[in-house]
């Protein structure tokens, strides 16, 4: 590591707790070679509370500075009935107005179905003022962070005040809400009879050191509202207390609410600057524990076989992966085509031209059911000229690229698609014949009109039916095929076109065409340019040839 270490910079900061967070942010940015990777599931989706006088809330997978955000949610079942209840508990908007108080005064806006039914105060329209909506993001906040029994009791004293006031329609409205935050919090799993809230921790390493994976069970009045987990990379000669140092760090410096307990299933490195970070986040003191007897250390161990769980999850999955790995489509393929083993490798042609000129052709390759356009090829056809032949434009394509694929000793495709009915399909199995690869690979043909397949040997067209995977499969390859050619053809064209009406002269090359055509605007308009105008965009030699070359 010395050896390629080119310059050292200290940073000097007030607290352990600002080293702390300095360091997990520089890690993060810089992703230097020898820190610990602490990969989080950034795919997971977050609750996301923007920063406007009138807050939205909605589910996100991106996150941005501006706005709190909670999660990410591993559960999204969890996460989406947690905004659900959110609607029903709260009334709150669910639109994207820009509510500012100049906009809103000069009543910009109109009141929506939202609040014709009762799920919006209509801020909008000034009925619901600042003060009163960021009170209720704040009840939303504490929902949230998994305080359901805490904010219970304080609708609960609410809904007396507004009972002994005489307003019942709006006490009645408080105990639904009451009853609606009762039967989420029914869901909630709990885990210990006490009235706290804690985060648990626990570490699995794999017996090759390269991944360990870390769980975080979030328990807040009691219950288990959440479960996390992160998979740490680059850990050779790591301890297990050093990963959980990281672990603890990675999490923390990111966190929006901070327990009254920490318990660890195994120690970490050095707690001091994480329970000073901690305490200054919090306001007082967080304790970190290894409980070694008891309820709480029953409770440690069973996330400890939830981690190693996940990580014996992890690690087969990446197993499966250095497997051959097949595709439901590919599957359906061979089912659908009665093929002797699944088509993984495809190829189709499809042929181009302009009424009969300039024929090109394509041929596209699909691996897995996905393309390789780094194996693409296109064709100039060279033995078809003024009239439109596709049969012998096929013959030709064909015969050019399996006889590369034979003089190579390159692999042959599982199947070839013609983009065509009988005559093209007959066209490249006669081909295929010629060089002695007819028997080694399959073959078939995608007419357009009615997708119907064709199969050497059968006189009756095979019909897939338009809701398989299969047939969609194949509509996408003959697709990729067609626009290829096309593309191919349309760039032959416009070359062609350049180079008769300019690229003749002597002296005239691609570049000069070009600023003529650009300046002038077509080739007709170049030829009648007098030789200033055409001085002033090629100079004077260039003029005299094309001057030269008119007459």
């Not at 985060?199 to 288990?224: P, Y």
């Not at 078809?384 to 096929?394: C, R």
């Not at 599982?414 to 014949?433: M, R, Y």
């Not at 062609?496 to 002597?506: E, F, G, K």
Request: charged share 30%; aromatic share 8%.
């Amino acid at each position: 590591m010395v050896s390629k270490i080119a310059d050292v910079e200290v940073i000097v900061t007030d607290t352990e707790a600002e080293a702390l967070i300095l360091e997990n942010n520089l890690i993060k940015k810089l992703k230097p070679r020898y820190n610990i990777n602490l990969r989080d599931d950034k795919t997971y989706p977050y609750i996301c509370i923007t920063d406007e006088p009138f807050p939205r809330v909605f589910s996100t997978r991106r996150v941005q500075k501006g706005a709190t955000y909670f999660g990410p949610y591993t559960d999204v079942q969890q996460m989406k009935r947690l905004l659900r209840v959110i609607r029903t508990v709260f009334k709150i908007r669910s639109c994207t107005l820009n509510l500012t108080p100049e906009n809103i005064s000069a009543g910009k806006f109109q009141a929506c179905l939202d609040y014709q039914i009762g799920k919006c105060a209509a801020p909008c329209i000034g009925l619901q003022s600042a003060e009163a909506y960021q009170e209720t993001i704040a009840q939303i906040k504490q929902l949230l962070n998994g305080h359901t029994q805490g904010l219970i009791a304080q609708l609960r004293a609410r809904m007396q005040q507004y009972a002994q006031n005489m307003q019942f329609e709006q006490a009645a409205a408080v105990r639904d809400q009451i009853r609606a935050l009762e039967q989420y919090a029914e869901h909630q799993k709990i885990v210990t009879t006490e009235f706290v809230d804690r985060d648990l921790f626990a570490l699995a390493i794999d017996d090759s050191q390269e991944v360990a994976c870390g769980v975080i069970f979030k328990v807040r009045e009691g219950k288990m509202i959440d479960r996390q987990h992160k998979y740490l990379r680059k850990i050779a000669g790591r301890t297990p207390e050093e990963l959980m140092q990281a672990l603890l760090e990675g999490y923390y410096t990111e966190a929006t609410f901070y327990p009254d307990e920490i318990l660890l299933a195994s120690p970490a490195e050095d707690t001091e600057a994480l329970e000073a970070f901690l305490q200054q986040k919090k306001g007082k003191k967080v304790m970190l524990r290894v409980p070694k007897r008891g309820e709480k250390a029953a409770l440690m161990r069973m996330v400890q076989a939830n981690a190693q769980l996940l990580l014996e999850e992890f690690l087969l999955q990446k197993a499966r992966q250095g497997e051959t790995f097949i595709p439901r489509a590919v599957r359906a393929l061979q089912r659908d085509l009665r093929l002797k083993a699944p088509p993984q490798y495809i190829e189709c042609f499809d042929i181009s031209h302009m009424g009969g000129t300039n024929t090109v052709a394509s041929c596209v390759v699909f691996k897995q059911g996905q393309p390789r356009r780094k194996a693409y090829r296109t064709y100039k056809i060279r033995s078809v000229d003024g009239k439109p032949d596709d049969f012998k434009a096929m013959r030709e394509v064909v015969y050019r690229r399996y006889r590369r694929l034979i003089e190579e000793h390159q692999p042959l495709p599982d199947l070839i698609v013609v983009d065509g009915g009988k005559g093209q399909l007959s066209s490249a199995v006669e081909v295929l014949k010629d060089l002695n690869i007819y028997d080694k690979v399959a073959v078939i043909g995608l007419a357009k009109r009615l997708e119907e397949v064709f199969i050497p040997g059968n006189s009756e067209s095979l019909m897939i039916p338009r809701t398989s995977s299969s047939l969609r499969l194949l509509q996408q390859i003959r697709d990729e095929a067609h626009r290829t050619a096309v593309a191919f053809q349309r760039k032959q064209r416009k070359q062609r076109t350049l180079h008769s009406a300019l690229m003749d002269i002597p002296g005239v090359g691609p570049r000069t065409a070009q600023k003529l055509l650009r300046h002038f605007g077509s080739v007709k308009k170049v030829m009648e340019a007098s030789a200033e105008e055409l001085e002033a965009v090629v100079g004077p030699a260039i003029t005299r040839r094309i001057k030269a070359w008119e007459v």
